[in-house]
């Protein structure tokens, strides 16, 4: 039972995740504002709006002008569906709530950099804090188990080294190489991985990068990775990988 109201909040979070991904980047209110058709901006009612089923009710096209949905929708509500669920199965509760939580926003993270090359402050601030919060005080919350001293070495270790290679290339290219999201936002994961997992991030969203740019950057001029994702990527694998293995 436990497992199925996880896989429902996920989808539920993903319908929440769709309208901060759409509005964030715009400056919008993701609360407050009522949803509405992206095609001709009519209302949408709300049991028109439940996660998964309304998509597959409506077969994929807005009732009130006909026009085709964004498959965005689905695919994220199920995406967060399937990480919530996951998470219960692989973690006690406690953890699970505390990673849904964070993978919640590393989720944001992931496709807006993907989609528009931004990463907010906010969502690299919560990281950090919370990895640290947690360390201090319930550290059983993360099944990494990282010490206060752990954590914050590797926060530290994390931001100066990419802020470096930033500032290294400014200076010697004159090419922002990394945003500065990316240098809080490393920061903000190391914290929750520790020392031993931070090689990792470094060697599996790398590798990611690269294999995104043979794809899709070879023939494409001041084509930029968006690292944040691969970086986002990266951190929930580890945390799924080390449980498995």
């Known amino acids: 039972m436990i497992h199925i109201l996880f896989l429902i909040f996920g989808f539920l979070a993903g319908s ?26 009519k209302q949408i009612a709300w049991y028109l709006n439940i996660p998964i089923f309304s998509y597959l009710y409506l077969s994929g096209k807005s009732k009130c002008c006909g026009k085709e949905l964004n498959k965005q929708y689905p695919i994220i509500e199920l995406s967060t569906g399937i990480l919530f669920l996951i998470n219960s199965l692989l973690f006690n509760l406690s953890q699970s709530i505390t990673l849904s939580l964070i993978f ?14 931004v990463i907010f402050d906010f969502m690299n601030y919560f990281l950090i804090l919370s990895g640290i919060i947690v360390s201090i005080i319930f550290p059983e919350l993360n099944p990494l188990n990282i010490s206060t001293l752990n954590a914050m070495i590797t926060g530290i270790i994390g931001f100066s080294l990419f802020f470096a290679l930033r500032y290294l290339f400014q200076k010697k290219r004159n090419v922002e ?15 929750w991985l520790g020392f031993e997992k931070f090689l990792y991030i470094l060697s599996i969203s790398s590798f990611l990068g690269i294999f995104y740019y043979l794809l899709m950057g070879k023939k494409e001029e001041n084509f930029e990775i968006p690292y944040g994702s691969a970086l986002g990527i990266s951190f929930i694998l580890i945390f799924y990988f080390t449980r498995i293995i």
Do not use: T
């Open 177 to 191: 190489a990394l945003g500065m999201g990316d240098v809080y936002l490393i920061a903000g994961l190391g914290v």
């Open 104 to 117: 919640f926003i590393i989720l944001l993270i992931i496709v807006i950099d993907f989609k528009e090359r």
């Open 16 to 41: 929440f995740a769709n309208v901060c991904i759409l509005r964030l980047p715009k400056n919008e209110d993701v609360f407050l504002k009522r949803s509405a058709c992206q095609h001709c901006s």
